[in-house]
């Protein structure tokens, strides 16, 4: 380096420390990126720039990465820390080829691995990005652009404190030189691919370019599909082509979003400042998944669980933060008030009518639209859900948007279409105790400035907040496995719905909502609630609760439930200590120490975060109850019972394993209950512990509820073989309310019609009724059987006389 450029970034380094607010993608490079500081390094940058390069050595240092400034020494010799992938353009000229000693650099280093087999110098991609404003559609400026000196001067003064420096993957020149060779040509090949790279990564953090509304808005009425539609309307409704192409352009105005870069950039501002003041401190996991999809050009559809109006908030500031595109978001109509509607549209929302039964013209703009956002390339969030869950479980998926993501692939979109499931949860959801009125048979309120208004003013510290990406699923690949015709079906001017089309589409739609529960995120207040609530007068001494939450964090990091899901790192007293502050227990002193409780309505508000993780111990829990209720047993009884009760709690539940896998799950939590002492295995026979027992009972009673229902259906089913669906439905919700009041079970969903249409679902699945209805008598009376020895003898009694009642009304 010449000693006039020296002194130029030495001058430089004041004012960029002042005016330059760096964000560093991924937030923790080293662990999330796998950099081995013991290897050499060098950092790869899209142009030459020593803003950029000063940029990037702030960031560097701060994450404890070698300073770019400082040659590297490999073997002796010194040589730069960075290249050039392509050079600085001037005001006069632009040249992007690679500058010369970047090609030297490159050459030289590939040289020495053809020399030294041991060596493995490790290339990190960096991109500094001042912004990310994506333009405009009709603006001709490159995604990637080198600014020149007065550019970049303007960018550091107007961009500056929305600055990030991007770094990828490692690429190993040990893996490229055995791969590809060392020779000169290789390095000139390296440095094209990389400004490929550099390019995406620009495009994956940007988005793709924004329309003007009006122009899309026009595109989308003189479309042909749109046109036949609005003929269609004319003809039906007898009205002019005027009023029916303005009632298009009515709905289209309705339906479409109108997003902004500004209202993002200074969202992301005011959103900062209220997770800090709502949480304390947001877990992100499975980002970097994401990030590479982006990247690879996939067409990326976000499917979140919907818990809270906070979700959507939270989810695009997470991409955000994380180097991403905030999505379009299809929010409900009810949304749409002002002065809400028109900032949820500025971020991106579009909204949709609750139904479009009958509207033949609205849901085929609607199509449109969607197919128009993928076409661009927009991501797309959506909750397939359909509402907010008010009893924490995931609810069934509605599969309208998700057939109209597929329909949009069947006009033959280039790039491939992957869904993102993603698990969002929180210590606090603050519209817990609505839900739980609305349970109790009170209307929902509709949303307007007045209820947000009253809802700002019980801001306060609710614990941390979690987002999981789950595993993705590619549409490609997934169809192609469960449809391998669907590529004859592709017809650019979107016909009609193939045959395939909806058995697929069920199909997809569990798989998306298992991937969602895979992801789940456990923490101390679901934990604490699950131990109390599985307690019979919700209340544990503090040192017996510590117990439970040590046992279930065992079983969750020593049997671990998927590959996305997570456990704190905390221990069980750190856990229950944090939950304490959350307010939310009635904590008392004796003299022999505290004891934790809930009163009546927190235990029902509580139901709602025990019912977010509930799915995690399912399998757990009905091992421990069946071992409770029968003392002892061997493995193979117990593999058995799980057996036949498991395809109820799979469809109920969304659970990931499937049926072969069960004889090796439930081996592996009878060995981890084993080594925490909680039960005892003597050859093939499995018995309780007696010294823990209270660990076992109150493990086992988390799914006691939920066997409970089953064992309601089952005993009516073989009380009246010939009862049909709708009956089975009635009938089962009735007892269980009844069942409810005289034991005390305050689950809102323990008596949740839409849980025993599920299950009548999954007997039909597993034969246990016909396509006919008819009942199979045999394997009926061997399930109830087996559910009523799994039951409280005297739940097992209301039940029978709730049915024997039942039948004499």
């Not at 923790?28 to 803003?51: G, Q, T």
């Not at 609305?438 to 609710?462: C, D, I, M, P």
């Amino acid at each position: 380096m010449s000693s006039g450029q020296s002194l130029f970034q030495a001058a430089l380094k004041l004012p960029l420390s002042a005016l330059v607010k760096g964000t560093t993608i991924p937030s923790n490079p080293i662990e999330d990126l796998e950099i081995d500081l013991s290897k050499p390094i060098v950092y790869a940058l899209p142009f030459r720039s020593d803003v950029d390069l000063i940029t990037l050595r702030s960031q560097a240092l701060h994450w404890g990465l070698p300073d770019p400034f400082e040659p590297v020494d490999i073997n002796g010799q010194q040589f730069s820390r960075y290249v050039f992938t392509s050079t600085r353009p001037t005001v006069m000229a632009n040249d992007y080829d690679a500058p010369a000693e970047s090609k030297v650099l490159f050459s030289q280093l590939l040289a020495l691995h053809g020399e030294d087999s041991e060596l493995d110098v490790q290339l990190i991609p960096v991109s500094v990005m001042w912004g990310r404003k994506p333009g405009k559609e009709d603006a001709v400026r490159p995604h990637l652009e080198a600014l020149n000196g007065p550019q970049k001067s303007l960018a550091v003064l107007f961009s500056g404190r929305d600055c990030m420096v991007r770094m990828s993957p490692v690429v190993s020149l040990r893996y490229m030189a055995d791969k590809h060779g060392t020779e000169p040509a290789i390095a000139q090949k390296l440095s094209r691919v990389a400004r490929i790279h550099f390019s995406r990564q620009k495009l994956a953090a940007s988005g793709p370019k924004l329309p003007n509304r009006q122009v899309l808005v026009d595109r989308l009425v003189q479309s042909p599909t749109i046109q036949r539609a609005i003929e269609e309307e004319m003809t039906s409704k007898g009205i002019t082509k005027e009023k029916a192409q303005k009632e298009a352009e009515k709905i289209i105005d309705e339906i479409a979003a109108d997003f902004s870069y500004g209202l993002i950039k200074n969202g992301e501002r005011v959103l900062g400042w209220l997770w800090n003041r709502l949480y304390q401190g947001l877990n992100i996991n499975n980002a970097s998944t994401v990030r590479k999809l982006a990247q690879d050009g996939h067409e990326i559809v976000y499917v979140p669980c919907h818990r809270s109006h906070m979700d959507y908030l939270l989810l695009s500031y997470v991409l955000y933060k994380e180097g991403m595109v905030p999505p379009h978001i299809a929010a409900g109509i009810n949304l749409n008030f002002f002065p809400a509607g028109q900032i949820f549209r500025r971020g991106g929302a579009f909204f949709i009518r609750r139904s479009f039964k009958g509207n033949k013209l609205y849901s085929t703009i609607f199509r449109e639209y969607l197919s128009e956002l993928f076409a661009k390339g927009y991501s797309v969030e959506y909750f397939s859900e359909g509402g907010r869950s008010r009893t924490g479980r995931l609810l069934q998926a509605k599969t309208g948007m998700l057939a109209m993501t597929v329909q949009a692939m069947l006009r033959g979109l280039n790039r491939p279409v992957t869904l993102v499931p993603v698990y969002i949860g929180y210590e606090h959801v603050m519209e817990v105790a609505t839900y739980a009125k609305e349970l109790r048979g009170k209307r929902k309120e509709k949303e307007n400035a007045g209820l947000v208004l009253k809802t700002l003013r019980k801001l306060r510290n609710f614990g941390k907040g979690y987002v999981n990406f789950g595993e993705p699923i590619p549409l490609n690949g997934f169809l192609n496995e469960h449809a391998p015709e669907w590529r004859q079906d592709i017809d650019p001017m979107g016909g009609a719905k193939p045959q395939w089309m909806n058995p697929v589409i069920n199909q997809l739609a569990n798989k998306m909502m298992t991937n969602i529960n895979d992801a789940a995120a456990t923490n101390a207040l679901t934990l604490c609630a699950t131990a109390l609530l599985a307690s019979r007068q919700r209340a544990l001494s503090r040192d017996n609760l510590v117990r439970q939450i040590d046992c279930y964090l065992q079983l969750l990091r020593n049997v671990g439930y998927s590959s996305t899901f997570t456990v704190p790192k905390d221990s069980a007293e750190e856990l229950v200590t944090h939950a304490e502050s959350l307010e939310k227990f009635v904590i008392e002193e004796d003299s022999m120490g505290a004891i934790v409780s809930l009163d009546r309505q927190q235990s029902i508000l509580m139901t709602y975060y025990r019912n977010n993780i509930i799915h995690l111990f399912a399998l757990p829990s009905l091992i421990a109850q069946t071992l409770i209720r029968h003392q002892n047993c061997t493995k193979q009884q117990i593999v058995e019972t799980v057996q036949s009760i498991y395809p109820f709690l799979k469809q109920e539940l969304f659970l990931g394993s499937d049926a072969q896998e069960l004889p090796e799950l439930v081996g592996q939590y009878l060995d981890e209950l084993h080594r925490q002492s909680v039960i005892a295995i003597n050859d093939d026979i499995v018995a309780i512990n007696q010294a823990n027992t209270q660990i076992l009972l109150l493990l086992g009673s988390t799914i006691s509820e939920t066997l409970q229902r089953y064992a309601i259906a089952m005993n009516l089913l073989v009380n009246d073989p010939e009862l049909g669906k709708s009956d089975l439905e009635k009938r089962s919700q009735d007892i269980a309310q009844r069942l409810g009041r005289l034991n005390g079970v305050n689950a809102p969903e323990f008596f949740d019609k839409g849980v025993f249409a599920s299950m009548f679902s999954t007997l039909k699945q597993e034969q246990y009724l016909n396509l006919e209805g008819d009942c199979d008598i045999e394997k009926t009376q061997l399930l109830m059987n087996k559910l009523n020895g799994l039951v409280h003898p005297e739940v097992k009694l209301t039940i029978e006389e709730s049915i024997a009642r039942s039948n004499e009304e």
